[in-house]
Protein backbone atom coordinates (compact mmCIF):
# COMPACT_ATOMS: atom_id res chain seq x y z
CA UNK A 1 0.00 0.00 0.00
CA UNK A 2 2.91 2.45 1.14
CA UNK A 3 4.78 1.55 -2.39
CA UNK A 4 1.49 2.50 -4.24
CA UNK A 5 1.14 5.77 -2.87
CA UNK A 6 4.88 6.11 -3.04
CA UNK A 7 4.76 5.46 -6.76
CA UNK A 8 2.00 7.76 -7.50
CA UNK A 9 3.60 10.56 -6.09
CA UNK A 10 6.55 10.04 -7.99
CA UNK A 11 4.59 10.17 -11.15
CA UNK A 12 2.62 13.38 -10.01
CA UNK A 13 5.69 14.68 -9.25
CA UNK A 14 7.25 13.99 -12.44
CA UNK A 15 4.33 15.18 -14.74
CA UNK A 16 4.62 18.98 -12.65
CA UNK A 17 8.75 18.83 -13.50
CA UNK A 18 8.09 18.36 -17.15
CA UNK A 19 4.83 20.98 -17.61
CA UNK A 20 7.00 23.32 -15.82
CA UNK A 21 9.78 22.73 -17.98
CA UNK A 22 7.89 22.93 -20.61
CA UNK A 23 6.26 26.47 -19.89
CA UNK A 24 9.80 27.98 -19.14
CA UNK A 25 11.10 27.02 -23.07
CA UNK A 26 7.87 28.54 -24.38
CA UNK A 27 8.63 32.34 -22.62
CA UNK A 28 12.36 31.83 -22.94
CA UNK A 29 13.19 35.35 -24.92
CA UNK A 30 14.14 33.95 -28.77
CA UNK A 31 18.10 34.48 -28.84
CA UNK A 32 18.98 36.26 -32.18
CA UNK A 33 22.33 35.46 -32.23
CA UNK A 34 21.42 31.43 -32.46
CA UNK A 35 19.16 32.01 -35.39
CA UNK A 36 19.89 29.14 -38.61
CA UNK A 37 20.18 30.27 -41.56
CA UNK A 38 16.86 29.38 -42.56
CA UNK A 39 15.91 31.48 -40.15
CA UNK A 40 17.44 34.64 -41.36
CA UNK A 41 16.25 33.53 -44.35
CA UNK A 42 12.98 33.10 -43.93
CA UNK A 43 12.78 37.11 -41.76
CA UNK A 44 14.92 38.59 -44.63
CA UNK A 45 11.85 39.88 -46.37
CA UNK A 46 10.58 41.67 -42.61
CA UNK A 47 13.89 43.85 -42.99
CA UNK A 48 13.38 47.02 -45.08
CA UNK A 49 16.35 49.06 -46.24
CA UNK A 50 16.52 52.58 -46.01
CA UNK A 51 15.81 52.69 -49.69
CA UNK A 52 12.43 50.95 -48.71
CA UNK A 53 12.72 49.23 -51.96
CA UNK A 54 15.77 46.17 -51.32
CA UNK A 55 17.02 44.33 -48.31
CA UNK A 56 20.25 46.28 -48.00
CA UNK A 57 20.85 49.51 -46.26
CA UNK A 58 23.70 50.01 -48.70
CA UNK A 59 23.50 52.99 -51.48
CA UNK A 60 25.57 51.48 -54.78
CA UNK A 61 26.07 53.29 -57.91
CA UNK A 62 24.81 51.46 -60.91
CA UNK A 63 25.76 51.93 -64.67
CA UNK A 64 23.21 53.89 -66.47
CA UNK A 65 22.77 53.83 -70.44
CA UNK A 66 22.30 57.59 -71.13
CA UNK A 67 21.22 60.81 -70.28
CA UNK A 68 18.49 62.98 -71.62
CA UNK A 69 19.16 66.13 -73.16
CA UNK A 70 17.27 68.02 -70.41
CA UNK A 71 18.57 65.92 -67.29
CA UNK A 72 22.77 66.93 -68.72
CA UNK A 73 21.17 70.67 -68.86
CA UNK A 74 19.81 70.06 -65.56
CA UNK A 75 23.31 68.55 -63.51
CA UNK A 76 24.67 70.56 -60.62
CA UNK A 77 28.45 69.39 -59.85
CA UNK A 78 28.92 68.60 -55.93
CA UNK A 79 32.53 70.76 -56.01
CA UNK A 80 32.69 70.77 -52.45
CA UNK A 81 35.40 68.46 -50.88
CA UNK A 82 34.03 68.06 -47.33
CA UNK A 83 30.32 67.04 -48.97
CA UNK A 84 31.88 64.71 -51.36
CA UNK A 85 33.63 63.16 -48.21
CA UNK A 86 30.03 62.75 -46.44
CA UNK A 87 28.52 61.21 -49.69
CA UNK A 88 31.78 58.35 -49.72
CA UNK A 89 30.56 57.30 -46.43
CA UNK A 90 27.19 56.71 -47.76
CA UNK A 91 28.32 54.88 -51.21
CA UNK A 92 30.42 51.98 -50.68
CA UNK A 93 31.88 51.59 -54.14
CA UNK A 94 32.28 48.48 -56.23
CA UNK A 95 34.33 46.81 -53.21
CA UNK A 96 31.62 47.60 -50.67
CA UNK A 97 34.66 49.96 -48.87
CA UNK A 98 33.55 50.80 -45.42
CA UNK A 99 31.27 53.44 -44.29
CA UNK A 100 33.52 55.48 -42.44
CA UNK A 101 36.05 55.82 -45.19
CA UNK A 102 37.05 59.85 -45.03
CA UNK A 103 37.80 60.74 -48.39
CA UNK A 104 35.94 60.54 -51.55
CA UNK A 105 38.74 58.50 -53.61
CA UNK A 106 36.77 55.29 -54.75
CA UNK A 107 34.06 57.91 -55.97
CA UNK A 108 36.51 59.73 -58.15
CA UNK A 109 37.84 56.25 -59.72
CA UNK A 110 34.69 55.06 -60.68
CA UNK A 111 33.63 58.27 -62.35
CA UNK A 112 37.04 58.62 -63.78
CA UNK A 113 35.93 56.33 -66.86
CA UNK A 114 35.34 58.54 -69.69
CA UNK A 115 31.71 57.95 -71.15
CA UNK A 116 30.75 55.81 -68.90
CA UNK A 117 28.08 57.21 -66.75
CA UNK A 118 26.74 56.00 -63.09
CA UNK A 119 24.20 56.62 -60.87
CA UNK A 120 23.14 56.25 -57.14
CA UNK A 121 20.06 57.34 -55.18
CA UNK A 122 19.93 58.30 -51.64
CA UNK A 123 16.40 57.45 -50.66
CA UNK A 124 14.31 60.20 -48.98
CA UNK A 125 14.97 60.43 -45.45
CA UNK A 126 13.90 59.07 -42.30
CA UNK A 127 14.34 59.55 -38.37
CA UNK A 128 16.20 56.71 -36.77
CA UNK A 129 16.51 55.27 -33.26
CA UNK A 130 17.68 51.93 -31.77
CA UNK A 131 15.98 49.07 -32.62
CA UNK A 132 14.51 46.83 -29.47
CA UNK A 133 14.00 43.82 -31.94
CA UNK A 134 16.92 43.13 -33.74
CA UNK A 135 20.22 43.36 -31.68
CA UNK A 136 22.95 45.54 -34.08
CA UNK A 137 19.99 47.04 -35.99
CA UNK A 138 18.13 50.65 -35.96
CA UNK A 139 14.42 51.66 -36.00
CA UNK A 140 13.46 53.61 -39.12
CA UNK A 141 10.36 56.18 -39.01
CA UNK A 142 8.82 56.81 -42.18
CA UNK A 143 6.94 59.86 -42.48
CA UNK A 144 3.90 60.21 -45.57
CA UNK A 145 1.35 63.02 -46.23
CA UNK A 146 -0.52 61.94 -42.58
CA UNK A 147 2.54 61.82 -40.54
CA UNK A 148 4.18 58.37 -39.20
CA UNK A 149 3.94 56.01 -42.37
CA UNK A 150 5.61 52.93 -40.88
CA UNK A 151 8.45 51.47 -39.45
CA UNK A 152 11.36 49.41 -40.67
CA UNK A 153 13.83 47.65 -39.06
CA UNK A 154 17.57 48.27 -40.47
CA UNK A 155 20.65 46.69 -40.81
CA UNK A 156 23.89 47.14 -42.40
CA UNK A 157 24.69 44.75 -45.45
CA UNK A 158 28.63 44.36 -44.12
CA UNK A 159 28.49 41.63 -41.94
CA UNK A 160 31.62 42.75 -40.09
CA UNK A 161 29.30 46.13 -39.15
CA UNK A 162 26.63 44.13 -37.71
CA UNK A 163 26.23 46.79 -34.32
CA UNK A 164 23.92 49.22 -33.42
CA UNK A 165 26.68 51.94 -33.59
CA UNK A 166 27.32 50.96 -36.86
CA UNK A 167 24.33 50.45 -38.34
CA UNK A 168 22.88 54.08 -36.69
CA UNK A 169 26.32 55.50 -38.64
CA UNK A 170 25.49 54.43 -41.91
CA UNK A 171 22.04 55.44 -41.97
CA UNK A 172 22.40 58.78 -40.21
CA UNK A 173 25.44 59.32 -43.02
CA UNK A 174 23.25 58.42 -45.74
CA UNK A 175 20.21 60.96 -44.58
CA UNK A 176 22.69 63.80 -43.86
CA UNK A 177 24.49 63.52 -46.96
CA UNK A 178 21.28 63.64 -49.47
CA UNK A 179 20.15 66.92 -47.02
CA UNK A 180 23.38 68.44 -47.60
CA UNK A 181 23.25 67.88 -51.76
CA UNK A 182 19.56 69.16 -51.73
CA UNK A 183 20.43 72.46 -49.82
CA UNK A 184 23.67 73.00 -51.96
CA UNK A 185 21.49 72.93 -55.03
CA UNK A 186 19.04 75.10 -53.52
CA UNK A 187 21.94 77.64 -52.49
CA UNK A 188 23.68 77.40 -55.69
CA UNK A 189 20.67 78.33 -57.34
CA UNK A 190 20.31 81.51 -55.40
CA UNK A 191 23.37 82.15 -56.09
CA UNK A 192 22.96 82.09 -59.75
CA UNK A 193 19.69 84.10 -58.95
CA UNK A 194 21.35 86.78 -57.06
CA UNK A 195 23.62 87.57 -59.47
CA UNK A 196 20.92 87.75 -62.40
CA UNK A 197 19.64 90.65 -59.88
CA UNK A 198 22.87 92.09 -59.72
CA UNK A 199 22.70 92.66 -63.65
CA UNK A 200 19.37 94.10 -63.92
CA UNK A 201 20.39 96.31 -60.84
CA UNK A 202 23.38 97.24 -62.82
CA UNK A 203 20.90 98.51 -65.79
CA UNK A 204 19.25 100.97 -63.23
CA UNK A 205 22.39 102.76 -62.44
CA UNK A 206 21.46 105.51 -64.68
CA UNK A 207 19.35 106.68 -61.86
CA UNK A 208 20.34 109.25 -59.40
CA UNK A 209 19.17 107.74 -56.29
CA UNK A 210 22.66 106.88 -55.21
CA UNK A 211 22.09 105.93 -51.81
CA UNK A 212 19.11 103.81 -52.25
CA UNK A 213 20.87 102.00 -54.57
CA UNK A 214 23.67 101.19 -52.83
CA UNK A 215 21.46 99.94 -49.79
CA UNK A 216 20.42 97.67 -52.24
CA UNK A 217 23.81 96.16 -53.44
CA UNK A 218 24.97 95.71 -49.87
CA UNK A 219 21.98 93.77 -49.23
CA UNK A 220 22.44 91.12 -52.08
CA UNK A 221 26.24 91.46 -51.36
CA UNK A 222 24.82 90.14 -47.78
CA UNK A 223 22.48 87.26 -48.65
CA UNK A 224 25.30 86.34 -51.58
CA UNK A 225 27.49 85.37 -48.53
CA UNK A 226 25.07 83.34 -46.88
CA UNK A 227 24.29 81.51 -50.07
CA UNK A 228 27.45 80.03 -50.12
CA UNK A 229 27.52 76.48 -49.32
CA UNK A 230 29.87 75.76 -46.40
CA UNK A 231 29.94 71.98 -44.90
CA UNK A 232 30.88 73.46 -42.10
CA UNK A 233 28.20 75.77 -41.04
CA UNK A 234 25.53 74.11 -42.51
CA UNK A 235 26.30 70.76 -40.48
CA UNK A 236 26.37 72.64 -37.42
CA UNK A 237 23.43 73.05 -35.63
CA UNK A 238 24.50 76.67 -33.49
CA UNK A 239 26.63 78.03 -37.20
CA UNK A 240 23.46 77.34 -38.83
CA UNK A 241 20.76 79.17 -36.42
CA UNK A 242 22.58 82.20 -36.19
CA UNK A 243 22.88 82.27 -40.64
CA UNK A 244 19.36 81.93 -40.32
CA UNK A 245 19.10 84.71 -37.18
CA UNK A 246 20.71 87.17 -39.40
CA UNK A 247 18.64 86.45 -42.68
CA UNK A 248 15.88 87.74 -40.32
CA UNK A 249 17.73 90.75 -39.94
CA UNK A 250 18.35 90.92 -43.89
CA UNK A 251 14.65 89.74 -44.71
CA UNK A 252 13.28 93.21 -42.53
CA UNK A 253 16.32 95.56 -44.33
CA UNK A 254 14.88 94.26 -47.22
CA UNK A 255 11.11 94.85 -46.46
CA UNK A 256 12.16 98.49 -45.39
CA UNK A 257 13.59 99.10 -48.94
CA UNK A 258 10.70 97.76 -50.75
CA UNK A 259 8.24 99.72 -48.26
CA UNK A 260 9.57 102.88 -49.50
CA UNK A 261 9.34 101.73 -52.80
CA UNK A 262 5.51 100.70 -52.60
CA UNK A 263 5.06 104.12 -51.05
CA UNK A 264 6.94 106.55 -53.54
CA UNK A 265 4.78 104.06 -56.29
CA UNK A 266 1.80 105.01 -54.47
CA UNK A 267 1.92 108.58 -54.59
CA UNK A 268 2.18 109.24 -58.00
CA UNK A 269 -1.83 109.30 -57.99
CA UNK A 270 -1.75 112.51 -55.89
CA UNK A 271 -0.01 114.10 -58.76
CA UNK A 272 -2.95 115.44 -61.23
CA UNK A 273 -2.84 118.81 -61.82
CA UNK A 274 0.13 118.39 -64.35
CA UNK A 275 0.47 118.60 -68.21
CA UNK A 276 1.54 116.54 -70.62
CA UNK A 277 5.44 117.17 -70.57
CA UNK A 278 5.37 116.91 -66.72
CA UNK A 279 3.53 113.36 -67.17
CA UNK A 280 5.53 112.06 -69.23
CA UNK A 281 8.99 113.34 -67.06
CA UNK A 282 6.69 111.27 -64.08
CA UNK A 283 6.13 107.97 -66.32
CA UNK A 284 10.41 107.68 -66.19
CA UNK A 285 10.21 108.45 -62.35
CA UNK A 286 7.59 105.89 -61.34
CA UNK A 287 9.27 103.18 -63.86
CA UNK A 288 12.31 103.85 -61.49
CA UNK A 289 10.17 102.80 -58.89
CA UNK A 290 8.46 99.87 -60.49
CA UNK A 291 11.96 98.30 -61.01
CA UNK A 292 13.50 98.96 -57.66
CA UNK A 293 10.48 96.84 -56.80
CA UNK A 294 10.59 94.21 -58.87
CA UNK A 295 14.14 93.69 -57.89
CA UNK A 296 13.37 93.76 -53.94
CA UNK A 297 10.85 91.55 -54.55
CA UNK A 298 12.81 89.31 -56.53
CA UNK A 299 15.68 89.71 -53.78
CA UNK A 300 13.20 88.92 -50.85
CA UNK A 301 11.86 86.35 -52.70
CA UNK A 302 15.58 84.52 -52.00
CA UNK A 303 15.80 85.52 -48.60
CA UNK A 304 12.99 82.94 -48.51
CA UNK A 305 14.52 80.48 -50.19
CA UNK A 306 17.87 80.47 -48.68
CA UNK A 307 15.90 80.18 -45.48
CA UNK A 308 13.99 76.98 -46.38
CA UNK A 309 17.40 75.62 -47.64
CA UNK A 310 19.09 76.54 -44.42
CA UNK A 311 16.58 74.56 -42.46
CA UNK A 312 17.67 71.58 -44.81
CA UNK A 313 14.10 70.39 -44.88
CA UNK A 314 12.42 70.66 -41.28
CA UNK A 315 10.40 73.61 -42.08
CA UNK A 316 8.07 73.46 -44.72
CA UNK A 317 8.60 76.07 -47.93
CA UNK A 318 4.85 77.23 -46.88
CA UNK A 319 5.96 78.25 -43.25
CA UNK A 320 9.34 80.26 -44.89
CA UNK A 321 7.37 81.76 -47.62
CA UNK A 322 4.28 82.87 -46.04
CA UNK A 323 6.25 86.49 -44.53
CA UNK A 324 6.64 87.00 -48.68
CA UNK A 325 2.98 86.77 -49.10
CA UNK A 326 2.12 89.95 -47.35
CA UNK A 327 4.66 92.05 -49.24
CA UNK A 328 3.91 90.83 -52.55
CA UNK A 329 0.23 91.83 -51.59
CA UNK A 330 1.20 95.22 -50.53
CA UNK A 331 3.43 95.64 -53.95
CA UNK A 332 0.40 94.92 -55.94
CA UNK A 333 -1.81 97.29 -54.36
CA UNK A 334 1.20 99.71 -55.14
CA UNK A 335 0.80 98.89 -58.92
CA UNK A 336 -2.87 99.00 -59.18
CA UNK A 337 -2.70 102.44 -57.96
CA UNK A 338 0.28 103.24 -60.38
CA UNK A 339 -2.44 101.91 -63.16
CA UNK A 340 -5.38 103.88 -62.09
CA UNK A 341 -3.05 106.78 -61.87
CA UNK A 342 -1.92 106.05 -65.79
CA UNK A 343 -5.73 105.41 -66.82
CA UNK A 344 -6.87 108.69 -65.59
CA UNK A 345 -3.64 110.56 -67.67
CA UNK A 346 -4.43 108.22 -70.93
CA UNK A 347 -7.89 109.77 -70.70
CA UNK A 348 -6.83 113.43 -70.08
CA UNK A 349 -4.31 113.77 -72.73
CA UNK A 350 -6.43 110.86 -75.22
CA UNK A 351 -3.05 108.71 -75.29
CA UNK A 352 -3.34 105.91 -77.73
CA UNK A 353 -0.91 103.31 -76.98
CA UNK A 354 -1.80 101.09 -79.80
CA UNK A 355 -0.59 103.69 -82.34
CA UNK A 356 1.96 105.33 -80.19
CA UNK A 357 -0.12 108.72 -80.60
CA UNK A 358 -2.04 111.42 -78.59
CA UNK A 359 -4.33 113.85 -79.47
CA UNK A 360 -3.32 117.28 -80.04
CA UNK A 361 -4.80 119.80 -77.15
CA UNK A 362 -4.89 123.18 -76.36
CA UNK A 363 -4.09 126.00 -78.71
CA UNK A 364 -1.97 123.59 -80.94
CA UNK A 365 -4.87 121.44 -81.06
CA UNK A 366 -7.17 124.57 -82.32
CA UNK A 367 -5.23 125.48 -84.86
CA UNK A 368 -4.90 121.98 -86.68
CA UNK A 369 -8.37 121.91 -86.90
CA UNK A 370 -8.83 122.99 -90.21
CA UNK A 371 -5.19 121.17 -92.35
CA UNK A 372 -6.62 117.98 -90.41
CA UNK A 373 -9.37 118.29 -92.57
CA UNK A 374 -7.87 116.87 -95.34
CA UNK A 375 -5.35 114.43 -92.94
CA UNK A 376 -6.83 113.02 -90.17
CA UNK A 377 -3.22 112.24 -88.70
CA UNK A 378 -2.47 115.64 -88.29
CA UNK A 379 -5.20 115.55 -85.24
CA UNK A 380 -2.15 113.89 -83.43
CA UNK A 381 1.42 113.72 -82.12
CA UNK A 382 3.79 111.15 -81.76
CA UNK A 383 4.39 109.78 -78.62
CA UNK A 384 7.78 108.02 -77.70
CA UNK A 385 7.86 104.65 -77.99
CA UNK A 386 9.94 104.33 -74.60
CA UNK A 387 7.37 106.08 -73.14
CA UNK A 388 4.66 103.95 -74.16
CA UNK A 389 6.36 100.60 -73.67
CA UNK A 390 7.07 101.87 -69.75
CA UNK A 391 2.99 102.88 -69.72
CA UNK A 392 2.50 99.09 -70.31
CA UNK A 393 5.32 97.96 -68.26
CA UNK A 394 3.70 99.68 -64.99
CA UNK A 395 -0.07 99.23 -65.87
CA UNK A 396 0.49 95.78 -66.35
CA UNK A 397 0.68 94.51 -62.76
CA UNK A 398 3.68 92.32 -63.48
CA UNK A 399 4.31 90.31 -60.25
CA UNK A 400 7.18 88.70 -58.46
CA UNK A 401 5.27 84.89 -57.58
CA UNK A 402 6.20 81.96 -55.44
CA UNK A 403 6.10 79.03 -57.86
CA UNK A 404 4.58 75.50 -56.41
CA UNK A 405 7.68 73.46 -56.45
CA UNK A 406 8.49 70.21 -55.12
CA UNK A 407 10.22 70.22 -51.81
CA UNK A 408 13.56 68.56 -52.99
CA UNK A 409 14.15 68.10 -49.19
CA UNK A 410 11.45 64.85 -49.34
CA UNK A 411 12.35 63.64 -52.30
CA UNK A 412 14.94 60.63 -53.13
CA UNK A 413 18.23 62.61 -53.91
CA UNK A 414 19.79 61.31 -57.64
CA UNK A 415 23.93 61.53 -57.75
CA UNK A 416 25.09 61.08 -61.10
CA UNK A 417 29.01 60.10 -61.65
CA UNK A 418 30.14 61.15 -64.72
CA UNK A 419 33.90 61.97 -66.51
CA UNK A 420 35.42 62.37 -63.38
CA UNK A 421 32.86 64.64 -61.31
CA UNK A 422 30.07 64.29 -59.20
CA UNK A 423 26.23 65.57 -60.17
CA UNK A 424 22.99 66.19 -58.41
CA UNK A 425 19.75 65.62 -60.94
CA UNK A 426 17.18 66.80 -59.17
CA UNK A 427 14.17 64.31 -58.91
CA UNK A 428 11.62 66.82 -60.46
CA UNK A 429 13.84 67.02 -63.49
CA UNK A 430 13.75 63.70 -63.81
CA UNK A 431 9.74 62.81 -63.27
CA UNK A 432 8.93 65.66 -65.57
CA UNK A 433 11.26 64.52 -68.55
CA UNK A 434 9.80 61.25 -68.12
CA UNK A 435 6.59 62.14 -68.58
CA UNK A 436 7.36 64.19 -72.25
Known sequence: MEIGLILIITIII?????????IVLIVRPFDHSKTSPDFNKTHDKDLMSISSGTSELSVKFEELAALTELEEASLVEIKDKNLLARIDNVIPGAANVAANVADAQHIQEAAKNVGQIYQAIIPKGAELAKSKDIEGAVRGIYHGEQGIRGHANLVPVEP???NAAAAMNVANSAMG????????????????HLSD?????????????????????ALIAEIQACSQFRLEIVENEELRMRELDHLKSLEHECAQLLGQANLTLTDFKKKTDIDYSEYEKLVI???KWYQYQQVLLKVLLNIEELTFSLYLGDVSRENCFAKFLPYA???DEALSSVKAWHNENQEKFKIDLESNRRRRQGINGLLMNIPALFDDDLHYKDVPESTVAMIINQSSGQQVVVSEETDLFREDVRL???DGKMYYLPSNVSRDDQSQ
Open 14 to 22: VIIAAIVAT
Open 160 to 162: NMG
Open 177 to 192: AAAMVVGQYYMTQINN
Open 197 to 217: ICAELNKLSAFQDREYLSKIY
Open 285 to 287: EAE
Open 329 to 331: RQS
Open 416 to 418: IAK
